[in-house]
């Protein structure tokens, strides 16, 4: 069939995608009459095909094979009023060997005749088109046609024509193949039009025409105007469609094309005078005005109407004065067996949703062949149920798209049948049909939430808890965070989607991108429900520094400092060498830098040991192992005694445990687990009594302080205490030793800044009842009282006073009663803060 672009543009004019055509949808007023495509609706009908043995009619578009002894039945559907007392229908049917025939002959470039005409074409009785009719067929036939006259039909004509001209019977074959391909694209852009598929665009509908009916529909030019984008589809339909319309062109175009489908439907049906083959010219002229004088023979074709039958449309033309209007279709059954058709895997479906099972084809032929089959259905032998499914065939003619979305079954395997018209058709292989996981029971494996931390990479994650086969996507969204956008996490699963049970599944988490924090995992699985799982994001686990810390033997136990970050989050800590005992952090700890821990070594722990630390982190299950973590070292260092001497005695009796200020004194220091060159060091137990903390190894001098190792576990260190610190400081000292650590803190005494007295004298003036007195010395302003005894002091009278020509020597004034106690008695001074007074050197 030859059609031009306007023709046939105007057929599907509103009917491409809604992105290029603009629709105006106009009912008739009678529901049963539908709207052809933008074209004149001739009337509607259902032409089915009854099988032999009895049974169900199928619509003739939907059979496969047309054998003798069925039977063709018309029922009309709708035949306009002004026509229904007159319109008749012919039909007509070309036997299977004479389309072979035709073709071979066609191959093999050789005009085949036949001794029987007859046997080339079937015509069928006329029939009143208002009246059901049914018709056995006499031969399996390939071809199916109708010629519906609105005036009426004279078939003996068409008859006479036929036995004539025999050769037509190929371009009739022709005719009924590309009137079912614009037939099967004008229901395809119709079903598109009325109801989009958001999922796909309507590109992806027409690829999946191209697949069945192996033309290649190129892209459309969405800019062109709908005309031109009609005639590009048409002429991908057929090449020989680019040019005219053979039923309508006008003869001086028809004479011009070749011998084809076109001049032999207008000769056969329409009566157009046109020569179309050499040598034939004047025949073929003739036939108009011999055979079918006042006929207007016009292309049709037929639109679906669902379970109502089908529409005859065609080009909407008013009829010529004294002129005959008759409407030509045909169709092709395509005359073959059910292809052969066999799963590519055991297929793993869930119940509930639309699924795609992969169906591959030897050859492209039998994959177009399976949209034809019907009557889908999964069986089962374990649960003897046979299930009607919806099942369609994948736009590549290779995969079955099953939609399980209203089915009831029970989990199972099952195996797809089908019906080849009346004969069954089974696909080999299995569907195994499953329930979508349970999202609800989904969690992380242990160890995957664990290594999920902030900031430390890709790290993959496994899920468990349920069968994985049907996840589709995962987006993470973090909780609370509004203007958090959902992001994709890659997966993957041990088999593969829709592989079978896979009770795992891996997931690749960018924790660069992901703060620390509670997150939804949105799972979507196959049919798109989505739930949610929960997961935490866990801060950057504690790090140490300075390890590995050391535990000394001999020891009850031992306090240890840890150094590192985020220490607050340990909450507990192990070890195979000793128990640990962490003290708490402060409750409003962030990042703390240090931590103090009791360590109590084990009774199997020896000297040398280096053994890790198993911590125990906040949110974080197994714990973290600290390798080379803790030291065992031999016993501490430890000040067992001492003996001291000063320079000079003081002018001022020591209280026990004094150390005079000011004045040199030596400390000769015995210990155990002295190394040759032990650090010592000096501090103030009180802090703020401290004027410079010492620290010296021994040989070593640091002003007039010196510390020597006199062997035999004994050091001996001079110094000025005061240097030290202040009147008051509880002087300590500690020996470190670089293997087994620092001893515990051996007090030396207390620094005490004495006066220094050089001369006492008391006059004969009175001070009340006092006598004044004469103290001269250094350091005089730390007395407060002097007297006779440790119990009865007298305040001092004033302050000290430099004395002229020796500034470092200052005289005080005392006030002591006369006589006193004894001649030359000694006086007794208060210092400062002191309740009792102190013997001194000065006497009277």
């Known amino acids: 069939m030859r059609i031009t672009k306007a023709f046939m543009a105007s057929k599907l004019l509103f009917l491409i995608a809604s992105s290029f055509l603009a629709i105006e949808t106009a009912l008739a007023a009678e529901s049963l009459v539908p709207i052809c495509a933008g074209t004149l609706n001739v009337g509607s009908f259902r032409l089915l095909v009854t099988p032999a043995s009895g049974g169900t009619p199928l619509p003739l578009h939907d059979v496969n094979i047309l054998e003798p002894g069925e039977k063709l039945k018309y029922e009309p559907v709708h035949i306009a009023p002004a026509i229904k007392d007159k319109a008749k229908i012919a039909l007509l049917l070309v036997p299977t060997d004479t389309v072979k025939a035709h073709k071979d002959s066609k191959d093999s470039d050789e005009e085949k005749k036949h001794e029987k005409n007859g046997d080339d074409l079937e015509i069928l009785p006329a029939h009143p088109a208002k009246d059901p009719g049914e018709w056995p067929v006499p031969k399996r036939s390939a071809v199916v046609g109708m010629v519906f006259g609105p005036h009426g039909l004279d078939v003996k004509k068409v008859s006479s024509l036929v036995e004539k001209n025999p050769e037509l019977i190929s371009e009739l074959t022709e005719y009924a193949e590309q009137t079912a391909k614009v037939e099967a694209l004008v229901e395809l852009l119709t079903e598109y039009q009325q109801a989009p598929d958001t999922s796909r665009s309507l590109e992806a509908a027409l690829q999946g025409f191209s697949a069945q009916y192996n033309v290649a529909v190129p892209k459309l030019d969405t800019s062109a105007s709908t005309t031109q984008q009609a005639a590009q589809m048409l002429s991908a339909v057929s090449p020989s469609m680019q040019s005219y319309d053979p039923l309508t062109a006008p003869s001086t175009a028809m004479v011009s094309q070749t011998s084809g489908?076109?001049?032999?439907?207008?000769?056969?049906?329409?009566?157009?005078?046109?020569?179309?083959?050499?040598?034939?010219?004047?025949?073929?002229?003739?036939?108009?005005?011999?055979?079918?004088?006042?006929?207007?023979?016009?292309?049709?074709?037929?639109?679906?109407?669902?379970?109502?039958?089908?529409?005859l449309c065609a080009k909407a033309e008013a009829e010529k004065a004294r002129t005959r209007v008759a409407y030509l279709w045909m169709m092709r059954v395509p005359d073959v067996p059910a292809p052969p058709v066999a799963l590519a895997e055991t297929a793993y479906v869930p119940a509930g949703t639309k699924s795609t099972l992969k169906v591959?084809?030897?050859?492209?032929?039998?994959?177009?062949?399976?949209?034809?089959?019907?009557a889908w259905e999964l069986v089962s032998g374990e649960h003897h149920t046979e299930v009607p499914t919806k099942v369609t065939v994948g736009p590549a003619g290779d995969s079955l798209e099953l939609d399980l979305t209203k089915a009831k079954l029970a989990p199972g395997e099952y195996h797809l049948a089908a019906m080849w018209d009346w004969t069954p058709m089974e696909v080999h292989g299995t569907v195994d049909v499953r329930p979508l996981a349970d999202?609800?029971?989904?969690?992380?494996?242990?160890?995957?939430?664990?290594?999920?931390?902030?900031?430390?990479?890709?790290?993959?994650?496994?899920?468990?808890?349920?069968?994985?086969?049907?996840?589709?996507?995962?987006?993470?969204?973090?909780?609370?965070?509004?203007?958090?956008?959902?992001?994709?996490?890659?997966?993957?699963?041990?088999?593969?989607?829709?592989?079978?049970?896979?009770?795992?599944?891996?997931?690749?988490f960018d924790t660069s991108a992901l703060p620390a924090g509670r997150y939804e995992l949105a799972m979507t699985q196959t049919g798109g429900s989505t739930e949610k799982v929960p997961i935490t994001v866990h801060p950057a686990n504690p790090k140490f520094e300075d390890l590995?810390?050391?535990?000394?033997?001999?020891?009850?136990?031992?306090t240890i400092t840890l150094h590192g970050t985020s220490l607050e989050r340990l909450t507990r800590l192990t070890s195979s060498a000793a128990t640990l005992e962490l003290a708490p952090a402060p409750a409003d700890a962030h990042n703390l830098k240090e931590r103090h821990a009791t360590v109590k070594l084990l009774p199997a722990a020896h000297q040398g040991d280096v053994a890790s630390i198993d911590a125990f982190v906040e949110g974080i299950d197994a714990p973290l192992e600290i390798p080379d973590a803790l030291r065992v070292a031999g016993p501490r260092p430890k000040i067992t005694g001492m003996s001291r001497s000063f320079a000079q005695e003081p002018d001022v009796v020591l209280q026990q445990g004094e150390i005079p200020a000011g004045t040199a004194a030596s400390f000769a220091l015995r210990g155990e687990g002295l190394e040759t060159r032990p650090l010592l060091g000096l501090t103030c137990a009180n802090e703020g009594f401290v004027k410079q903390p010492v620290a010296l190894h021994s040989g070593e001098k640091n002003g007039t302080i010196q510390l020597d190792f006199a062997g035999?576990?004994?050091?001996?260190?001079?110094?000025?205490?005061?240097?030290?610190?202040?009147?008051?400081?509880?002087?300590?000292?500690?020996?470190?030793?670089?293997?087994?650590?620092?001893?515990?803190?051996?007090?030396?005494?207390?620094?005490?800044?004495?006066?220094?007295?050089?001369?006492?004298?008391?006059?004969?003036?009175?001070?009340?009842?006092?006598?004044?007195?004469?103290?001269v010395g250094r350091d005089l302003e730390t007395i407060e009282k002097t007297g006779w005894d440790a119990k009865t002091g007298y305040p001092v009278q004033g302050i000290p006073a430099p004395v002229p020509g020796s500034p470092q020597e200052q005289t005080l004034d005392v006030a002591l009663p006369w006589p006193p106690p004894s001649p030359h008695a000694p006086i007794y001074v208060w210092l400062r803060g002191e309740t009792e007074g102190r013997l001194t050197d000065a006497k009277y």
């Not at 030793?737 to 803190?745: A, F, I, K, L, Y």
């Open 261 to 311: 489908l076109a001049g032999s439907v207008a000769m056969l049906f329409f009566g157009t005078p046109v020569g179309v083959a050499a040598g034939s010219t004047g025949l073929f002229l003739n036939l108009h005005s011999m055979l079918f004088p006042n006929n207007d023979f016009r292309s049709a074709f037929t639109q679906s109407m669902g379970t109502k039958g089908v529409a």
């Open 712 to 775: 035999q576990g004994l050091l001996f260190l001079s110094l000025d205490p005061g240097l030290v610190g202040q009147s008051g400081c509880q002087l300590t000292a500690t020996v470190t030793s670089e293997s087994t650590g620092e001893s515990d803190p051996f007090t030396l005494g207390r620094i005490i800044r004495l006066p220094r007295l050089a001369k006492f004298s008391l006059t004969d003036q009175k001070v009340g009842d006092l006598y004044l007195g004469h103290l």
């Open 360 to 374: 591959p084809f030897s050859t492209p032929e039998q994959a177009r062949l399976l949209p034809r089959a019907h």
């Open 548 to 558: 590995p810390v050391r535990a000394n033997l001999g020891e009850t136990q031992q």
């Open 439 to 508: 999202v609800s029971k989904v969690k992380l494996a242990q160890e995957s939430a664990d290594h999920l931390i902030e900031n430390s990479g890709t790290v993959k994650a496994q899920l468990r808890g349920t069968d994985f086969e049907f996840v589709e996507t995962i987006a993470i969204t973090k909780i609370g965070d509004r203007k958090s956008a959902p992001k994709d996490v890659p997966f993957t699963l041990p088999k593969g989607k829709a592989m079978g049970n896979q009770e795992t599944l891996e997931a690749e």
